[in-house]
């Protein structure tokens, strides 16, 4: 079945390419930011489904484009949105830079990592997770920490930098929680079980440590 929205302009500058993913939260395209001379994006536009306003995704969705635009300019190791909007059908998008490379979970998968590579993955990636742990300004200014909730070696994205060699980017930071301001939000289980602390499955109020337990586990694997 032919997609609809392959070619389609959105917001007047995204021409979008093809789908590229999906999921429960929603679908990513490949893009060309036709203002900037088609350069290639990727644009997440969030699923409306009614079980998606009831975990009040919507608002996660923003979150998730604010937190990934501030982390995005201090780090590296985190992928980068550039733009959010909503389309003429109300649907949220957000854009971020597209990138290509490998999963940590495809990696392992491989076979053993050699040591030396082993420290310098690992080194990026808890790069990046100082980078959320030490926090956004939330909207009064405070600096608040980002608790990611959801390590595993899926959202670990291994790509080729001409500079820097292998570079580490952290994914997905759709159920992230900027902790101190939305714990109503933690009273439920969210995350992947096999790498999710014992006070995340019991949907306890989290800290960056719950992130740094399921790095252990990753690490580990």
Known sequence: MTDTNNGRLLDNRYQLVELIGSGAMGRVYLAKDTLLGGVPVAVKFLSLTIQNEKLRLRERF???ARTCALLGQRSLHIVRVTDY?????GTPFYVMEYLQGESLSDIIRAGALPLPKFLQLARQI????QCAHQGIPNEEGEICPIIHRDIKPSNILVIQDASLGQLVKVLDFGIAKLRQTDSEQTNYYLGTLAYSSPEQMEGKELDPRSDIYSLGVMLFE
């Open 62 to 64: 923003v979150q998730e």
């Open 85 to 89: 909007g909503v389309d003429e059908q």
């Open 126 to 129: 808890c790069l990046g997770l």
